[in-house]
Structures are given as C-alpha cells and as structure tokens.
C-alpha cells in the first residue's frame, strides 16, 4: 500500500529522534519480531488449528528460498526439530536461515538449491573419506538401514571436537540392531542412540541419500566447529569423480546454543495455524521495517500473507500473532538489567493504557486471551504494585536476577504460564527453563496486519515511548484501578482510540511527534462499520462498529491425544452504537422493540451469536434475529416516533441487512440499560425490566 505519510518518510525522521535519545542516555535497544503468514487461499487443519501438516513444510522451505535470495544468498538453512507440546505425537520442526554478522554466508555453496548434480549412494563412502581428509581425520562410518524406506541409504559418524581437533570413534552395534526407529523426521533424529557407547559423546554426523536428494544432519557441537564443519563441507562441493558441482544438501541439526555470538538467524517455524517467522536482531527500528517489508515481498512471491478474508471483503489477522521484543546487543551491555526504574515506567504506562493491549492485538482479549494484561489475570493491584515499588527502590548494579524472579510470576495468566501474558519476561532471566535467559520483553498482545508498514509504526511507537519514559517525571507513579471499565468501556472502539490520542499527546509534548494516520488506518481496519446512517443534516451520524468481547474460559474437554489449548466460549459478540449530539436530539433506536439509552458516552450491546458445544449458560438461547429500528419525530410530537430505516441481524457472516421499516406496535417495551449505573454496555442475556433500580 502507498501512503502519503509513508512517502514523507517521517518515520525515519521520528526513529532517529527516539533512537537518538536513548543513545545519548548510553542505549543500545535491540527489536525482533515473529509475524506470521496464510497462504492465501488456506486448505488443511496446519492452517487452522494444528501446528504441521503436509503443506507447511514445503511452504516454508520456498519462504526460506525467497528470503535467502532477497538478501542472504549463500546463507545456509537448517531443519532444526522445535518444541514438543502436550497432546502432540511428535516434536514442531524450525527452520533456521544462519549467516555471519556481516551479512557474508559462513559457508556459501557454489550452486543454488534446486541445481547440480545429486550425490549418489555409491560415491557416499568416497565423498566421506574425503570429508575426513579436510577434518584431519579418518572417519568411522556406520551403516544403518530405515525400515520406512528401505531404498534410503543412511551412514552415521561420530564426530566431536575437541582440544581444537576432530575425533572420530567406532560404533559397535550389532548387526539387528542397525537400523533407524520409526519416528519422521531426518535420520539424524532418529538413531538408535539407546545403543551408543556411554564412554563417547554422544555427537554424531548422518549422511542419507535417497531419491530425493542428499542430506546431513549435524552434531551437535558449539558455534565454532559447526562453523568449520560447514565450510569443510562446503569445500567438497563438487562430484569426487566428474567435478560437477553438487546439489546443496538439506541440513539437519541443532542450532549451537551460542549462534547468536557470530550468526544471525532467521527462524521459520510450525505454529497453530499458521507458519512463524522469528526475526534476527536488528540494532535499529530502520533494520526491524527492513525485514518486515522484506518478508511480505518474499510471502507474496510464495502465495502467503498476513491477513485472512473475513465475509465479504472483509479481513482479520491470521490469528497467529506479531510478537514484538525487545532486548540488549548483548546480555553484558544489556539496557534494563541496570535500570529496573526504567522498565517499572514502561509496564505502568501500559498498564494506564489499555489501547496498547487491546487496539493492536487479535480478536481473542481478557483473562482467558494468549496476551491477558497482567491486572486481569492477578484481578487485584496489591502484588503488582508491590513489585513494581521494590524494582523501583533497588540501587545501581545488574539486577537481572532480581527483576526476572519478582516480575515473572506476576506476568502471567491465572494458570501461572509466564508466557502467555501481555508483557512476557519468561525469556528474561529465569535460570530453571531452556533459553531462559536470554533478557527479552515480548510484547504478545500485537497481531499481524496487512501492511507491513503498520507493523513498522506500532514498533516506532514502542521505541518512542521508551524514549519517552527514560524521563521519571513522565512514568506513572502507581497502577490505574480500572474496575470495571476495564472490559467494559475500554474494549469499544471509541474508547480505545481515544486512550490512544492521550499517548500521542504525551509523546508530542516530550518532543517525540508520531503522526496518528497509520494508528487511524488500524483503527479502521480493525473495527470496520458495521452499519452507517447519514441523516439530511451533515450532522445527524450514527453508525455501529464491532467491539472486543472478552470470552469465558470453560473447563477442559477431553480430547485424543491429550490437551493442546484452552477452551473459552466464543458464543458471545459486541458492537459499539456511536451517535452524534444532532442524531439524539431528533432520533431514537429501537433494539427489538425496546429503545436503546442513547447518551453523550459511550453505548455498547452484547449478544448471544450462536449457542457452542459446550459453553457457559447452554439455556440461554441465541438473541438472533436483532432488528434494529431508527426512529424520527412524529409531526405532533406525541407518540413512539416516525419509522425512517430499519436493518435486521440474521447470521453473522451476512451482516445488517437493511429492510424497509417496519410499523411499531403499540408501546414501547421498556429501555434497554446496563447491569449497573456507570457501566456503558447493555447485555441482552439480562431481564433488564426486572432489575432494581
């Protein structure tokens, strides 16, 4: 998409300013991200619910294809198995995009993928003997049989480093015991590893060749080795009997728990629904726009993006998320471990404004939500507030420790998961889990939108405010007790980008200007009008725009194989009626025959869309049809009001139809009115008529 304000560049401009800032305050804040994509046209549940299936693979492999040649070409791509969950039979795959710091290939091939010449099972030993002879090492081999293919020829070699050599030692197995098991995957996964010998490290290289090509699955060694064993292998890179070049093998293995030192990797990954991009680390917010823009160039060339079609011509997020981090360029120059104050003022600030948390993300919001605020997962400020005032109050000196061990058991949702949370710190500093300590803030609560640009100036308003709260005056000095409001006012649309016009407003009084247009632009994307009427007066508006509806948790439902997620009950939706002063002075709305309470504030109706299997409430019929009636004055001014439009709500993808306005019998039923004085949202599962007051 062109814009006006993209083409003026300001972005740059307002990135330089921020940045500038924290360097003068001694700052090296790093991004990463983990945007996520759909084919465009989805079949399969791996672009639903589950995390593989048969499609995802391949797709990523081509994404991989078309980042590599857009900007790393020569890097080398490694299928790495990912994490393994509850109720899944295997390990999620990833796959890992590695190239030195520079940009350079650490072991560059003299041919791309999809050219040369494969090699064959009957050079396999010869081209072996040759990689041991640039190891300084003569390899023991080890023949192994796939009982999933017989056709695929597999040789396994212990290989380890050591006091700055390679070692290679024998591998006695008997002869029935000479075969992979019978989990997919690469052969290097599945070695009968139960049967090596305990006196040797337990690190072995697999060459397998089968019909469709050749590969290698790596040791698992640290960064260095690795390193040298690639470019060795990269120096046998053609025929041993005709010179030809080969074809790239497909690498397998373990990415070395300190690549991050002198790679940057890019992560492809299996995730529910959709495919996962995580993002090296990019110094600047000019580096992190450069690969947002580039991925969606390279998802397009493949037959991805990130957006799904919702009704219509309608979009929504690809549900998968676009999860923003932040950390340091390295764990001894990290810039929150000395400065706890400083991160206390961002978690408040958020805390005071709900649009951060609720204006960005998906449809799924509140407690039961993967990014519930940590507020409406605790339910009381006491402990947070506790926290945040002993982080405040601790001196000078990494504090690493400290900050990880009191913030992550209170960032986190009511089961206790520190992952799923608003503001996660489960990778910050916390000793007892793998890749634990890593000093990152993920900010969960961001969804994916179709214009990479947008996702740019969500992440220039994060660094922005950084920026900003490096001052103390301008931290909030306690939590906000919402109440209510929380889930009530501050999930309509109206509301919310208000709250967000206040954030602008502080930003530009501390000499940090955003332009609010690409922020208006998601606003309008994200809550479309439902319905929109225009009265003869400019000024008589009204229209309806979907709100965020905070689903309830159920209880678990068995399922085979174990449980993979939560259940909530998604039966329940919201819409916001917005109206101007000129429209309540002459006109009234009538929700089933009962008129709305229109006010200057904001109106919000909750409705049952359908009834779920199993949800909360299963007697509680769906309220469709609504009919939604406008009324104008009578020319005597007595009596309910003149009919002029009439719409009506029979299924949800369908949307408002209009109709031609219907007679109204007799009186009126009596007003609609929120549970409680205060609140702004009329629930129609309530008999409003009977309750006091």
Known sequence: MAH????????????????????????????????????????????????????????????????????????TLIYCSGKRYEGEVNPRWALRLVTGLDGRPIAPWPVPDGQGQALAAADAKAWLKRLGQ???????????????????????????????????????LPRQQRQLTLAPGPAGLRLPLEHF??????????????????????????????ELLLQAISGLAQHPAT?????????SGLLPVDAAEGWQVLGLAADPGVLEINLPVCATWSEYRHWIRLLDAAAAEVGLRTWKARGGDGQEGTGGGNHLLWGGPSLERHPFFSRPAWLVGVLRYLQHHPSLGYLFCGAGVGPASQAPRPDEALGSLLDLELAYRDLEALGSGDQRQLIGETLRHLHADRSGNNHRCEISLDKFWNPGTPAGCLGLIEFRALETLPDPDWTAAIALLWSSLA????????????????????????LLPGPLWHDLEL??????????????????????????????????????????LPALEPWPLICDTPREGGF????????????????????????????????????????????RLHRLYPCLHPGIEPHLPLVLQLL?????????????????????????????????????????????????TVDLRLDTAALPG
């Open 4 to 75: 006006d304000w993209i083409e003026q560049d300001w972005m740059e401009l307002a990135a330089a300013r921020a940045e500038t800032r924290l360097q003068q305050a001694g700052i090296e804040l790093t991004l990463g991200g983990e945007p996520t994509y759909v084919p465009i046209e989805p079949e399969g549940a791996e672009w639903s619910v589950a995390a593989d299936g048969p499609t995802k693979l391949p797709v990523a492999r081509a994404m991989a294809g078309a980042i590599r040649r857009r900007t790393w070409p020569g890097s």
């Open 134 to 172: 640039a190891l300084g090492v003569p390899l023991q081999r080890r023949r192994l049989r796939d009982p999933l293919d017989p056709q695929r020829q597999v040789w396994a070699v212990p290989l380890t480093w050591d006091q700055d050599q390679w070692h290679s030692s024998p591998w006695p």
């Open 197 to 226: 010998p305990t006196t040797v490290p337990c690190q072995l290289l697999t060459l397998e060749i089968d019909s469709q090509g050749w590969g290698l699955f790596l040791p698992p060694l640290e960064r260095q080795p690795t």
């Open 243 to 251: 010179g030809i070049p080969l074809a790239p093998p497909e690498f």
């Open 467 to 490: 920026a900003m709260l490096l001052s103390p005056e301008r931290r909030p000095v306690q939590l906000r007790p919402w109440g209510t409001a929380l889930h009530d006012r501050l």
């Open 503 to 544: 954030v602008l407003a502080d930003l530009d009084e501390a000499g940090l200007p955003l332009t609010a247009e690409p922020f208006r632009a998601i606003w309008r994307w994200r809550f479309p009008p439902l319905l929109e009427w225009q009265g003869e007066d400019p000024g008589e508006r009204c229209s309806l």
């Open 564 to 607: 993979t997620s939560r259940f909530v009950d998604a039966s329940l939706q919201r819409f916001e009626v917005q109206s101007s002063a000129a429209f309540r002075q002459r006109h009234r709305l009538l929700l089933n025959g009962r008129p709305l309470p229109l006010a200057d504030g904001p109106l919000a109706v909750r409705y």
């Open 632 to 680: 104008g004055p009578e020319a005597d001014g007595d009596g309910p009001g003149l009919p002029l439009a009439q719409w009506r709500l029979e299924r949800a993808e369908v949307g408002w139809q209009a109709e031609a306005p219907g007679r109204i019998p007799g009186p009126l039923g009596p007003p609609w009115r929120p549970l409680e004085p205060g609140l702004c």
